[in-house]
């Protein structure tokens, strides 16, 4: 049998969320790399890079009560298997809680490939999740176009297609991939954090970051972020709506008609029935 490292943390306060009519023990759960400060992933994704900091695995169970056995099981496709247990202190109607894959500890060990996470809720198995974890030595390059070209590579694997990947002379890294999606759904928003986390993991010393969207080669979308912002996003300082709408700036540039669509709000609520 193989050797368990487990990891116990000890509940010291839990997010207690407005009671739902769903009477289920799993509300909602999601794979991710970060909460922001209301306990809430700050996206939701299946596919991670081994240069990832962790990678959390977020529950919202109804009904735990003082002294409940929270566990999670990451499996690798080969080895150990990995724990992270929590451990309920009070009675609570409804709860947040995350189960945590930590990369930096184990990162010379962690093999790459398909992995699986299994919840429990006082030993009895309610959720598993497939997800894919890529291998990446980004961070082992010996020049900054050995980083770029490797980090191309890694975003085209999630499914992104790059089209350039630089810093310019005002100290500013870009990122120009084409649209995921026609519509903002979740893929697009994830495609938009990989993006800033890519430009952060390349370019550390970048004092902006942007990230543009060619959509249907007839308009690019830019998302322009200061690092400090997006530093504090990381760490789960701002809320998810506190960053996208108040610390991202956006821009819409018409390709066709080769100018800048003023009236942003307008273009997203027309073109994606959002107000944005």
């Known amino acids: 049998m193989s050797k368990r490292l487990v990891l116990v943390v000890i509940w010291l306060a839990i997010l207690v969320y407005p009671v739902l009519a769903n009477e289920d023990v799993i509300l909602d759960y999601a794979l991710c790399v970060g909460l922001d400060q209301d306990g809430l992933p700050l996206e939701r994704r299946d596919i991670f890079i081994t240069e990832e900091e962790k990678i959390l695995c977020w529950v919202f169970v109804s009904e735990v009560h003082k002294g409940d056995e929270l566990r999670w099981e990451f499996q690798p496709p080969r080895g150990e298997v990995y724990e992270s247990i929590l451990i309920v202190e009070e009675d609570n109607r409804y709860v947040g809680a995350t189960g945590e894959l930590s990369l930096a500890i184990y990162r010379n060990t962690i093999p790459p490939g398909e992995w699986k996470v299994n919840f429990y809720l006082n030993g009895e198995k309610y959720?598993?999740?497939?997800?894919?974890?890529?291998?990446?030595?980004?961070?082992?390059?010996?020049?900054?176009?050995?980083?770029?070209?490797?980090?191309?590579?890694?975003?085209?694997?999630?499914?992104?297609?790059?089209?350039?990947?630089?810093?310019?002379?005002?100290?500013q890294a870009y990122l120009r991939m084409n649209m995921v999606a026609p519509t903002l759904d979740q893929r697009v928003w994830n495609q938009i954090g990989i993006g800033f986390e890519s430009l952060k993991r390349v370019f550390p010393q970048s004092s902006w970051f942007l990230v543009q969207l060619i959509l249907d080669n007839e308009y690019v979308l830019s998302f322009q972020v200061r690092a400090y912002d997006f530093d504090m996003w990381r760490k789960g300082n701002l809320n998810t709506d506190e960053f996208w709408k108040k610390k991202v700036h956006r821009y819409v540039y018409d390709l066709k008609n080769k100018e800048e669509i003023q009236d942003v709000s307008s273009f997203y609520l027309e073109k994606f029935e959002v107000i944005y």
């Not at 980004?138 to 070209?149: D, K, M």
């Not at 297609?161 to 810093?167: A, C, H, Q, W």
Request: proline share 2%; glycine share 4%.
């Open 127 to 171: 959720l598993e999740l497939p997800f894919t974890l890529l291998e990446s030595n980004i961070g082992e390059s010996e020049t900054l176009e050995e980083a770029i070209q490797k980090t191309v590579v890694v975003i085209r694997k999630l499914g992104y297609e790059v089209l350039d990947l630089n810093v310019d002379d005002s100290n």
